[in-house]
């Protein structure tokens, strides 16, 4: 095998045997009539599986219904969930919150990969998600870990997570719009309301979802506020389940 085959084969070696990989390649070779080479080809795999190093995601990045690969650290695991699927089958499902330097989201493990948490997978691992999934639910991108999927945990390539206060906001609450109700994917009741801070000499909109609208009910205008893992999306600033919301005692 060409050398520079051999070390694209190494990053994929433990999803397809080396034969089965060359014989990928030539398939696809003659797919589009030989007009891409051997190495051109072995990328475009790699790229698919996952296992592009050039190809990994920032969190801040994500959009829906798209394949991606990311890097994230455990900061909050929920309880698994059992089910019943409409074949009769039984299911688990168990939702983790991952950070990486850039924002945070939810990662969702199914079935055998529940087992992983708990032994393998706690708070502070570090994981990769190989070749996972998006979708948009209760106005948050999710990474799914599916059929076609991997994760890998504490991976020698991990970036490192700079622990530091860089996604934290503190200012004084000035406004509380009313709370507003609407309709989520699940089909069920949410809540939304728009809060201003003043910071610093500057006063900004902070949009704040869900469980913390109760929250924010319960501070008086004039309180400082902390808000910590907050997330931006168009310029504006957002405040979902992977957040945190305190007063400054």
Not at 168 to 193: C, Q, Y
Request: contains cysteine; charged residues 35%.
């Amino acid at each position: 095998m060409h050398s520079n085959i051999e070390k694209l084969y190494a990053s994929i070696d433990d999803l397809f045997s080396k034969e089965e990989f060359l014989k990928e390649i030539e398939k696809r070779k003659k797919e589009v009539d030989g007009l891409l080479d051997d190495e051109s080809i072995a990328l475009l795999i790699l790229d698919e599986m996952g296992r592009h190093k050039k190809h990994i995601t920032a969190i801040s990045d994500l959009k829906e219904n798209e394949e991606c690969t990311v890097f994230g650290k455990v900061i909050a695991i929920d309880k698994p969930v059992e089910f019943s699927r409409q074949n009769g089958s039984k299911g688990r499902v168990v939702n983790l919150s991952i950070k990486d330097n850039t924002g945070c989201c939810t990662l969702v493990l199914w079935d055998d990969d529940v087992d992983l948490v708990g032994d393998a997978i706690q708070i502070g691992t570090m994981v990769k998600v190989v070749n996972g999934y998006t979708k948009r639910r209760n106005n948050e991108i999710e990474i799914n870990v599916g059929k076609w999927g991997s994760i890998e945990i504490e991976p020698e390539d991990a970036p490192k997570i700079v622990e530091k206060d860089e996604n934290l906001i503190e200012g004084t609450l000035i406004k509380k719009e009313p709370t507003r109700a609407f309709f989520n994917d699940n089909g069920e009741f949410d809540f939304v309301r728009d809060i201003w801070l003043k910071i610093s000499e500057e006063t900004k909109k902070i949009t704040v979802w869900g469980e913390h609208t109760k929250t924010i009910q319960s501070i008086n205008v004039g309180e400082t506020i902390l808000i910590r893992d907050f997330y931006k999306k168009n310029g504006d600033i957002h405040v979902n389940s992977h957040s945190t919301i305190t007063t400054k005692s």
